[in-house]
């Protein structure tokens, strides 16, 4: 079958983004990776694989990370998904960005944004997790730079400020 | 990737009927953790994908002595439950090991059944704990034992317009413990080069084996319902020497490829390894349950 026999028609999709109510138009087969970066124009959300491995798109869908490479736009019509866009307060950064930046937790930094909204959900969760348990939470993220150490570190520090 | 429109049904007969009309251009969608990942691999053209997660049948987690898991329900769901997780460890052992967290927010056990993946982490344990499968189709509902669900690899019993509703469960016997464990290269987020699940119901005494399952993960074409190991147990004493010989028949009823991950052999050696701890825990399940 082609396309042209199969039209398939875009979805409105509302939305609560970063907090604010947001409606957009998507494809009914664009993941909610695409759609944020390439319809709202949110390009904190990173791609590094397209399937569920790097962690690199990881986004919060109703209060639980997720990858956004493996949810459909149309999906999160009359939910709530928070990025690395909402991150920082208005002024100044968000404990864990603190901590990346003082521990040199990134070098390119594609892996970043994906790595600080699993940790925040972590932290929100349990705010004092031992090492072993941030290592296992953020298993789904991959980092071909750091080599881990700083990254747990930098949580470890975000944590004991808090 | 071959352009498809997302259905969102509410009732299961609305799936029912979308998955009938289009046949196989079209597949129910719980976590599309693996689904979402085929289709841009360009494994399968579809033209619509159904999503289960508003079918209420589908995202219900109903514990009532026994255990029913809407097929649609994440893993997440299955260990935060702390009553769940108390009764059900041995299930507990697969759904947090699933992937990383973002993909237990995702994953369902359905998911892991339907996909038939012969490394599925969710089959041998739903196996050994005797789940039954509930299907719902045009010709309305049937029930299959879940070591009869998937027929080869990434295949399953499901007719056109069939789908998974949901898991059932039944309560463990008092004297019940089950375990998973699989054997990967890394710590986590891989595929399991082999996997084990084993069951056993402890008797009066508390030190026979009233009982016995045991199911293999990744060592045939589908997960498998090791019949002759799971006989040898009945009426043995739970002892070590018992545990290594069910291993040795295990490994007899396996029938392992070697690939990238492992030869036919490691696989081989792992059943018995792997048969062993997993009865170990499983004895040290049911004796707390007594
Ligand atoms: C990074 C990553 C890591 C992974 N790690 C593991 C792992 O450690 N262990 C493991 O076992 N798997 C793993 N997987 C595979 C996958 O996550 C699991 O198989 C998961 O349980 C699939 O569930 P799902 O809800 O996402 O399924 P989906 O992708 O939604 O569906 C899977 C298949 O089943 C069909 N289907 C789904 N629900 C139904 C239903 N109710 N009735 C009929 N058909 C249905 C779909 O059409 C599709 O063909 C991993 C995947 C990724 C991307
Ligand atoms: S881009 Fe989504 S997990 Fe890698
Ligand atoms: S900083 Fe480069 S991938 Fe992590």
Redesign the interface.
């Known amino acids: ?1 082609t ?1 042209q026999e ?1 039209p ?2 875009k ?1 409105p999709v509302a939305c609560t983004l970063n907090g604010q109510e947001t409606e957009f138009l998507a ?3 664009q ?1 909610l990776l695409e759609a944020l970066r390439e319809v709202v124009g949110l390009t904190g959300t990173k791609e590094g694989c ?4 790097c ?1 690199a798109c ?1 986004v919060s ?1 109703d209060g ?4 956004s ?4 736009a ?2 999160v019509d009359g939910k709530s998904v928070d990025t690395i866009e909402g991150m920082a307060p208005p002024h100044g950064l968000h404990p864990l960005q603190q901590a990346f930046l003082e521990e040199a937790a990134l070098q390119c930094g594609i892996c970043t944004p994906g790595f600080l909204v ?1 940790a925040r ?1 972590l932290l929100e969760r349990e705010p004092h997790p031992d090492e072993h348990r941030i290592r ?6 991959l980092c071909r730079c750091t080599g881990y150490d700083k990254i747990v570190r930098a949580v470890q520090s975000a944590a004991d400020k808090t | 990737m071959h352009p498809f429109t997302y259905v969102a049904p509410r009732t299961l007969d609305e799936a029912v009927a979308v998955l009938e009309q289009h046949g196989e251009r079209a597949r129910p969608f719980a976590g599309g953790t693996d689904v979402l990942v085929q289709l841009r691999g360009g494994r399968f053209d579809l033209d619509a994908i159904v999503d289960l997660k508003g079918v209420p049948e589908a995202t219900t987690l109903d514990l009532n002595g026994s255990l029913r898991i809407g097929a649609a329900v994440p893993c997440y769901r299955i260990y935060e439950d702390s009553a769940v997780a108390a009764a059900f460890p041995g299930l507990i052992d697969a759904a947090s090991l699933i992937g990383g967290i973002q993909i237990q927010s995702r994953a369902s056990l359905g998911g892991n059944l339907c996909n038939a993946s012969p490394s599925a982490d969710g089959i041998c344990p739903l196996i050994v704990h005797s789940t039954v499968a509930v299907v719902q189709g045009p010709q309305g509902e049937r029930r299959v034992p879940v070591e009869e669900f998937c027929t080869a690899p990434g295949a399953n019993v499901l007719g056109r317009g069939e789908l998974l509703v949901a898991l059932e469960v039944p309560a463990p016997d008092k004297g019940f413990g089950a375990a998973y464990q699989r054997f990967i290269p890394r710590n986590e987020m891989d595929i399991a080069v082999a996997g084990v699940a084993s069951a056993l119901t402890l008797g009066e005494d508390g030190a026979t084996i009233a009982s016995g399952r045991i199911a293999l993960a990744a060592v045939g074409p589908t997960p498998l319902f090791a019949a002759k190991a799971s006989a040898f147990l009945a009426g043995k004493p739970a002892t070590p020497e018992t545990f290594a010989e069910a291993g040795e028949i295990a490994s007899t009823e396996a029938t392992p490829i070697g690939d990238m991950r492992g030869t036919a052999e490691h696989r081989i050696e792992l059943v018995k390894v792997l048969t062993r701890r997993t009865l170990a825990i499983a004895l040290g399940r049911a004796q707390s349950n007594r």
């Open positions: 079958m396309q199969t398939v028609r979805v494809a009914p087969y993941s397209n399937d569920g491995n962690g990881t869908l639980r990370i997720v990858d490479c493996l949810v459909l149309a999906e699993a959900a296992l939470w953020l298993a789904g993220n």
